[in-house]
């Protein structure tokens, strides 16, 4: 019995110490970050426009605020800030749709860094960051 214990906590201190390496180092070193179309619909103004924004690694707890902007004859049309989420299976792609509304379309991406593994790590330097993209219709 006493050799079983003492096999099982070398056991321990080998997992502790793998763990422990782990927590130390940044568990991301690269983050890919891609926006693409997902429909068909040629970018025309009053055309729906649908995407996804993806932000990998893929943590449930994390989220993407977004928000689209078009500017047409000095006139500013801006949706309001919506949360996109991340479905399991769909690896950090965060969904998204507007109505294009003027030749130049801009939508702003911003991670939400709420895993605490990703907090603990390199990945919350990316918190709050907002990321842009353009849109020109055809």
Do not use: C, W
């Amino acid at each position: 019995m006493e050799n079983q214990i003492g096999e099982l906590q070398r056991q321990n201190d080998s997992l502790t110490e793998i763990l422990n390496e782990y927590q130390a180092k940044y568990v991301y070193e690269r983050v890919f970050v891609k926006h693409y179309k997902t429909n068909s619909e040629p970018n025309k103004i009053g055309n729906l426009y649908q995407g996804e924004f993806v932000f990998v690694p893929d943590v449930r707890n994390d989220k993407v605020e977004f928000k689209a902007e078009s500017i047409n004859d000095n006139t500013k049309h801006e949706l309001k800030s919506v949360i996109l989420k991340t479905e399991s299976g769909n690896y950090g792609a965060y969904p998204f749709e507007f109505t294009i509304k003027s030749d130049t379309s801009r939508v702003y991406f911003k991670p939400i860094i709420r895993d605490s593994l990703s907090s603990r790590n390199q990945n919350v330097g990316y918190d709050g960051t907002t990321i842009t993209d353009i849109i020109i219709a055809n």
